[in-house]
């Protein structure tokens, strides 16, 4: 049997929303769209844009991965089989453009010129980092070897942690311990799994008045790791 399309007449066999391929990307002709985002870089590397915050990562890949949450955002509920081609990118010093092609079933449905304006700026971990607020201090108390190793397994996990004031700073340290203060105590979980993946030592927790502001009383907690007698596991 002869199928029709419904709009032009045309005899047709494949449908695109009960219409044919020209009817159907008729509809999609101007749908072409112009969008500017500013992205903003922090001297620690952390790329800000919007909500999203990253770092360890290169500014294209940021921008394509903010492009990618940008379309899903638009596309995902009413086109669930979209797919997207670039078809230009153009990198200037304090600017990246990029020309977007939308599809669904092979089929341009829109047309999108994103471009995003590279600012710097402080991010919002650096800036929390400076006013000198910090959750936790950490103390490393132990070998030259272990406060060494443990120093880096934080600097490690901090590096390239993404939650929330994921920053540290080192306020003292020698060849047998050192005094971090850490973020938040969400960061210090994942730096805990780290490290008793390769060591058993002594974690204490202990809170103090740190000071009292407007009458109300703020804690810190004091972390204390050290290092047992017989510390490397028996498999390390
Ligand atoms: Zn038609
Ligand atoms: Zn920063």
Do not use: W
Request: charged share 30%.
């Amino acid at each position: 049997m002869k199928k029709f399309c419904p709009k032009c007449g045309k005899i047709t066999k494949t449908f695109y929303c009960s219409l044919c391929e020209t009817c159907y990307s008729k509809k999609f002709k101007t749908n072409i769209h112009k969008i500017c985002k500013n992205v903003f870089v922090c001297n620690c590397g952390n790329l800000t844009h919007g909500q999203l915050i990253k770092k360890n990562i290169s500014l294209n890949k940021f921008i394509d991965f903010s492009i990618e949450k940008e379309l899903k955002k638009i596309f995902k509920k009413k086109y669930n089989d979209y797919k997207y081609v670039y078809i230009q990118a153009e990198q200037k010093k304090e600017e990246i453009n990029k020309c977007i092609l939308v599809k669904q079933n092979k089929i341009t449905i829109a047309k999108y010129n994103f471009r995003f304006l590279i600012k710097n700026k402080m991010c919002r971990t650096c800036l929390i980092s400076k006013s000198g607020y910090y959750e936790a201090i950490l103390q490393l108390r132990g070998s030259e070897k272990f406060t060494k190793d443990i120093s880096s397994i934080i600097e490690k996990t901090t590096d390239s942690s993404n939650l929330e004031n994921s920053f540290i700073k080192i306020k003292k340290q020698n060849k047998n311990l050192a005094n971090i203060e850490i973020g938040t105590k969400k960061l210090f979980g994942k730096i805990k799994k780290q490290i008793l993946l390769r060591y058993k030592p002594l974690i204490k927790m202990s809170y103090s008045l740190h000071k009292i502001d407007d009458g109300k009383k703020i804690y810190k907690t004091t972390i204390l790791i050290k290092e047992k007698q017989k510390n490397l596991r028996a498999n390390n």
